[in-house]
Every structure is written in C-alpha cells, then in structure tokens.
C-alpha cells in the first residue's frame, strides 16, 4: 500500500509521516517512509537543484519535468520493489503536490501547449496512485508563521500570492480530482492529528490489527 501524505508548506505531514510510521510499526506492520522529491543518490541531487534558491531563473516547465523525473527515479528504485514486498510507503509528498504546485500553480498547460488533465495523466503514468492521499488542511496564516521560522529554500520563497493560490487549490482539490483523498484539520495538536490519520486507516482490513 502507497500513502501519501501532502499539503501547502508548514502544514505537519512531514511529522505526521514520522508518528504514524512508527505507530504502524509497533503493530508489527513493515512500513518505508520517502520524501518527494528525495530518497535515492538521483532524486536527491535533482532535489538540491530544485531548491537551491541561487536558481531563481529556472522556468516553471523546468521545475515540472525536474519534479517529475526525481518522481521517476524513486518509484522504479525505491518504492515499486517495496510495494512488490508487501511494505507500507509512506511518502511526504507526492502526485498531488505536483498537481498543485507545477501544474496548477504554475499554469504551466500554456507553456506546453496541453491541458492540465494531460499533465496529470503523465505524472500518473509514472508512477503508482497511492491508494490514500492524506491532505492537510491549515490557515494560510499558520503555514506562513511556521515557514518564516526557517531559512526558507527556493520553493517556499515564492511570492505570498502563489501561495494563497496553493492553498485555496488543496482546500478545494478533492471536488475536483478523482482519487481517493482524506481531508486531515492539521490546525489542532500533535497528538490529535496523529490519532485522526490513524482512526481513518483502522477502517481499512489491511489495518485491522490496529487497535481503535
């Protein structure tokens, strides 16, 4: 099983990935956790290059087919033959970020001369669907104060329109795409949130085991 758990910038998943790898793995479950773009020598050098912010002059089209390719390299190395074993991913980030950032965000269809569905269609015939899409949900506020608490990389200092642009896109991305996505309120503790992803993953046969 693939789950990916993604949302705007400063919204916890990397820490939710974190907590409900080790949950799994309490209960005897055999879990990998990724990141993406990352995880293997390839994806993480194409990663450096993507948030270096010395490469500010980099077109969207670009960046896209950068995250794309980083994508490639870690689902054929890395996630496939986990999958092919059994394993639970866990990965921060994944198709949808790039829907929303690139091809979304960026509008980079005009670019291309294609359309947005097109453009998904190629990230998904990359790589696998996950079979739960995590979103986190906060206030734009919130990811703002949190992100500004960092040395900001070339992605998180886009400008603060783009990014009321993302945020309003993953608020509203399950009315318009058809996979299967689980709003999280990522504005509340720690714990809570953990205790939410968790209880929704108790109703699937695979996670019986886990105790409600």
């Known amino acids: 099983m693939l789950i990916a758990f993604d949302g705007i910038d400063g919204c916890g998943k990397s820490t939710q990935v974190n907590n409900v790898s080790k949950i799994l793995k309490d209960f005897g479950y055999d879990v990998m956790c990724t990141r993406d773009p990352g995880n293997t020598k390839v994806s993480e050098s194409i990663r450096n290059i ?19 390719a980083a994508k490639i390299q870690n689902y054929q190395e890395i996630i496939l033959p986990a999958l092919k074993k059994g394993i639970i991913v866990l990965t921060d980030r994944y198709i949808l970020s790039t829907y ?10 005009n670019d291309l001369n294609t359309t947005d569905k097109k453009l998904f269609e190629l990230v998904n015939d990359s790589c696998s669907i996950p079979n739960i899409n995590f979103i986190f949900n906060i206030p734009l506020d919130v990811s703002f104060n949190r992100i500004s608490q960092k040395n900001k990389d070339r992605m998180e200092s886009t ?36 205790k939410d992803i968790i209880q929704y993953l108790s109703g699937w046969d695979l996670f019986k085991r886990i105790k409600k």
């Not at 929303?100 to 269809?109: E, T």
Request: aromatic content about 12%; cysteine-free; glycine content about 4%.
């Open 50 to 68: 993507l948030l270096d912010k010395s490469n500010n002059t980099m077109h969207n089209s670009t960046e896209f087919f950068l995250f794309l």
């Open 100 to 109: 929303v950032y690139q091809i979304l965000g960026k509008d980079i269809k």
């Open 159 to 194: 400008g603060k329109d783009y990014f009321v642009k993302i945020s309003q896109l993953f608020n509203n991305l399950s009315i318009h795409i058809d996979l299967p996505i689980y709003n999280i309120n990522a504005n509340q503790p720690e714990d809570i949130v953990t």
